[in-house]
Structures are given as C-alpha cells and as structure tokens.
C-alpha cells in the first residue's frame, strides 16, 4: 500500500475505510511488481493499478467484498487458456493479490495510518504483514523504521516481532519489496510468508548545467519519480524561473557541489555543462563515486577530448568505462525534449538490465531479472488461479 501512500494517507486522515489490494509476487511476464497497489474506498472510488488493467475489475470486487466481511484474502491471478474472455492476465504471467480491509475498528489501522503518514513525508519506512499463516494472524501488521524501532505487532510472540523487524529492516536498507519466509520454529509454529513493503525517499538526480535540454530533462526526470537538483555556477542561467519543476536549485561549482552533497547507488548523475572547465573536475570525481548513472553531454569529438583529459587526471581505463557518453540512447534526437526522452531512456535500460534495442522481433522476455541478479519474486502457490472456474480461497492455517 506504501506503493500510493500519499493518497491513501490522505484517506485515513479524512477517516474513510477502504481495503487495499497489494501485488505480493509475480511469476513469468506481468505488468507490474511487488509492491503495486490498488485500493477502493466505501464509496466505490478506486486509486492504483496492479496490472496495467487486466484484472483490476475482478481486484475491485475482491476489495468491495474484503470491505464487507472484514476479512484479508489471498488470491492468484493467472492467463486462461481455457476462456480468452475470462479474467486474467494475457501477457501470461502470473501474480498473488493480497488483499487487506482497513476499516474503521481494523486493529492494525493505527500502523497504516502511521506507515503511510512516515511514506508521504518521504520517511524510510517498511510494513509488514501476513500473507499465510496462523488465521489469528491475519489482518495484523508491523511498522519498521531506519533506526529499527517498531510500532504494532503479528499478534504472535514478542520474539517474532522482533525477529520480522530486524529482516524488515534489512529489506528497507536496501530500498526493496518482497516476501519473507520464515521457516517452522518455537516463534512461529507451522512457518509463515509475509509481505514487507519498502517506501524510501526518491532516488535523486543531479543535472549540471542550466541550458535549455537541462529544462527538458529536469520535466523527464521528475516524471521517473526522480528528485531533481539543478547547478550550475552561472547565476544568470541556474534560476527558478527557468526550472521550475526542480527540486533544487544550486549556484556553485559543479565538481564543489558533488564533493559537498549526499549520493548512494541509486543517484543519477547528467552532466550537460559541455565545457572542459566544469567537465574534467566534475566527472575525476563523479566516476568513482558508487553511483547509478554518470552521464555526460558532448560530440563524439568531445568525448575523445574528454577522455584524454581525464587520463591526464589519473582517471583508469575502469573509471572511463563507467562513462554514458555521448549521452542517452541513439534516437536520432534534435530538440530538448527529445534528447531527454534519449537521455532517460538510456537511465531506464541502465538501471533495469534492459539493451535498448527495439522489442519487435527480439524475441527475449519483456520482463526479466534486474541487473542485481535478482529474479522477480516467485508467485506463490495455494491461492486460486482466477479464469479457470475455480472457487476463491484464503490463505490456510499452518
């Protein structure tokens, strides 16, 4: 639910009782991952997606009904083979729906009501709750901040909110969303899955250089999600007026900038100053930061120039290589706009695995594993697969 927790926060708030439908795990080709949400109020209004439209009617329903009885249910949705026109998913994956009523006497609506304030206001924060398990455990959740302190609980033994805590914590360091099994034991009897749900502040993208691409590419980056800083040394040029979907604003040195603010592996770094004075000391250091993405702007002539000078520096063959330059993927761009679409989609391809060639005729799985290594998570099995005439089914007692 963290996935749209500034509207839902604002739900709670307004005292409304909705029910919240969260994707727990995909297997094969589906549209969205872990994490994706979906939610409808009493009124019958619906925020969120958790497939792209396939299945979000039958989702609707099983909301409107959790609403109703007060009960969590745990459903599959998979592609029927059997009937085109029954619900399911036609890019033949496969996904496990956990769907969550938060009403208003629901014992664990204070820790959604304090999970989604902290992820609105940008604030690490995991949640975790039961997708099968003991019936008694159903519907409860568990808060996890940074500093590792907790609010709620499973409703089982202290040590086993302890325990989740510290592996929900460990799941909201490295920013991810997934299930976590925990094998049969004196804390859990039987064994459980849960989902723990990350929401972490926005990765950030700096952008050096206030010229008239950088406008363009700000807009594109706040439409990734990004949080978008831009500097430039020039005064005249690095104003509100000419950015005003950025975030930040900076007026200093590029390279004095970068030594002074905070960085992590998943910061962007654009660098549109196109001069060898910014250049060259901006990226000695911005290529052996443990950053995302560091591009830079430039002909190919530049960028052989640009090179060379960096060798001169003391950059290695290694460092170079980690250089996007000439910027962004090769769709023949001319104008600002289509020069940052090139630029983000090579942020894109980069951050998620992907060649950036066209899917047509390629013949490789739309949706693979992420450059990390790390497949999607496997869809779990007891729950009904929706389309193929079978009755819904809640996760069992262990």
Known sequence: MLDIAAELHRWAEEGR????????????????????????????????SVSGGCVEGAVYDLCERALHTGETVLEQ???????????????????????????????????????????????????????????????????VRADGSHQGGLGGPAALDGTVAAEARALL????????????GP??????????????????????????????????GKFLGYHVTVCDARPVFATPARFPEADDIVIDWPHRYLRATATDARTVLCVLTHDAKFDIPLLTDALRLPVAYVGAMGSRRTHLDRNRRLRE??????????????????????????????????????????????????????????PNGSAPVSATQPPTVRGRGRAVERAAPC
Request: hydrophobic fraction near 45%; glycine fraction near 14%.
């Open 77 to 143: 949705f998979g592609y029927s083979d059997e009937d085109a026109f029954a619900v399911g998913l036609t890019c033949g994956g496969v996904i496990d729906i956990l769907v969550t009523p938060v009403g208003a006497g629901a014992p664990a609506r204070p820790v959604y009501r304090s999970a989604l304030a902290a992820a609105a206001e940008g604030e690490p924060t995991a949640v975790a709750r039961v997708v099968r398990g003991p019936a008694e455990l159903q519907g409860t959740a568990l808060l």
């Open 17 to 48: 009782e909705f029910a919240v439908a969260t994707v727990v795990a995909v297997g094969g080709s589906a549209p969205r991952g872990p994490g994706a949400a979906l939610a409808v109020d009493s009124e019958g209004t619906v925020i969120g």
């Open 187 to 220: 804390h859990c009897p039987g064994g459980l899955t849960l989902l723990v749900e990350s929401s972490v502040p926005p990765p950030r993208m700096i952008v050096f250089g206030a010229i008239d691409f950088a406008a363009a590419l700000v807009r594109a």
């Open 173 to 184: 360091e490295v920013g991810r969303t997934g299930t976590l099994d925990l094998a049969d």
């Open 313 to 370: 520096v003391g950059l290695t063959e290694r460092e170079l290589a980690r250089l996007r330059s000439p910027i962004g993927l090769d769709l023949n761009a001319r104008t600002p706009e289509e020069t940052a679409l090139s630029i983000a989609a090579e942020i894109v391809a980069t951050r998620r695995g992907g060649t950036g060639a066209p899917l047509t005729g390629a013949g490789t799985p739309i949706h693979r594993a992420e």
